[in-house]
C-alpha cells in the first residue's frame, strides 16, 4: 500500500492528451515538491519532471506537471507511440522523514 | 558523462548479508547526496536510503531500518549499501541514484540519473 496513489493504468491514443494522478497528503504532496519518473520495461527510470512542474534539458514540452492541494498531475499532450512507459510519482513526506514513490502508472498507447 | 555502476548483487540466504557497491564517475561526488532506490520483480519504485555529500546525514525507508547501512568514500568516489538480515521481501532490483543538484538538501533534491541497478535475490 503506496502513500502516493496513483492509478494502475491510463490508455489514449496517439495525438490525444492524457493525464494521471497521483494523490498523497498534507505531509508530502501539500508541502513539497512532486516529482515524476518515466520507466520503460527493463530499463533505469528517468526523471521527467522536477519541482512539480520543471521539465530537464532534453524533456519534449509535450510533458507537463502540477499540483493542487494534495493532487498532483502529470499530463502528456500529442500522445506518440514512445510515450507507452511506467510513470511514477514521486514526494519528501515530512511524517516519515523519507522519500514516498506512488504505485505507478502504466501507460498504454493505443 | 555521468556514470554509475552498482556491483555486489546476487542470491543470498534469508538472515544472511550482502554488500552493494555504486562507483561514480563523471562528476564531482564528494559534492552530491546520494540514494539507493529498490524495485522488486513487476512492482513499483521504493526509496531504501539516502546519505548527504559529507556523510553528516542519513536517511532509511523504514522497512530497511535497523538492517541497512549505507556509506560512501568521496576518496574512492563510491557508495555503499550494507544489507543485513535479508529477508525475502528484500529481492529487488537496488538502484544508485544520484541527487539532481549539489548543494541542496536531500528532501528539496531529486533523483537523477539512475544507474541501471543490480538484482539481490533473498532466497533458500
Known amino acids: 500500500q503506496s502513500v502516493l496513489t496513483q492509478p494502475p493504468s491510463a490508455s489514449g491514443s496517439p495525438g490525444q492528451r492524457v493525464t494521471m494522478s497521483c494523490s498523497g497528503s498534507?505531509?508530502?504532496?501539500?508541502?513539497?515538491?512532486v516529482y515524476w519518473y518515466q520507466q520503460f520495461p527493463g530499463t533505469a527510470p528517468k526523471l521527467l519532471i522536477y519541482?512539480?512542474?520543471q521539465r530537464p534539458s532534453g524533456v519534449p514540452d509535450r510533458f507537463s506537471g502540477s499540483k493542487s492541494g494534495t493532487s498532483a498531475s502529470l499530463a502528456i499532450s500529442g500522445l506518440r507511440s514512445e510515450d507507452e512507459a511506467d510513470y511514477y510519482c514521486?514526494?519528501?513526506?515530512?511524517?516519515?522523514?523519507?522519500?514516498?514513490f506512488g504505485g505507478g502508472t502504466k501507460l498504454t498507447v493505443l | 558523462e555521468v556514470q554509475l555502476v552498482e556491483s555486489g548483487g546476487g542470491l543470498v540466504k534469508p538472515g544472511g548479508s550482502l554488500r552493494l557497491s555504486c562507483a561514480a564517475s563523471?562528476?564531482?561526488?564528494?559534492?552530491?547526496?546520494m540514494n539507493w532506490v529498490r524495485q522488486a520483480p513487476g512492482k513499483g519504485l521504493e526509496w531504501v536510503a539516502s546519505i548527504s555529500s559529507s556523510s553528516g546525514f542519513t536517511y532509511y525507508a523504514n522497512s530497511v531500518k535497523g538492517r541497512f547501512t549505507i556509506s560512501r568514500d568521496n576518496a574512492k568516489n563510491s557508495l555503499y549499501l550494507q544489507m543485513n538480515s535479508l529477508r525475502a521481501e528484500d529481492t529487488a532490483v537496488y538502484y544508485c541514484v544520484r541527487c539532481g543538484m549539489f548543494g541542496v538538501t536531500i528532501f528539496s533534491n531529486w533523483f537523477d540519473p539512475w544507474g541501471q541497478g543490480t538484482l539481490v535475490t533473498v532466497s533458500s
Open positions: 514521486a514526494v519528501w513526506d515530512d511524517s516519515l522523514s523519507g522519500w514516498v
Open positions: 519541482k512539480t512542474n
Open positions: 498534507d505531509s508530502n504532496i501539500g508541502n513539497n515538491y
Open positions: 563523471g562528476f564531482t561526488f564528494s559534492s552530491y547526496s
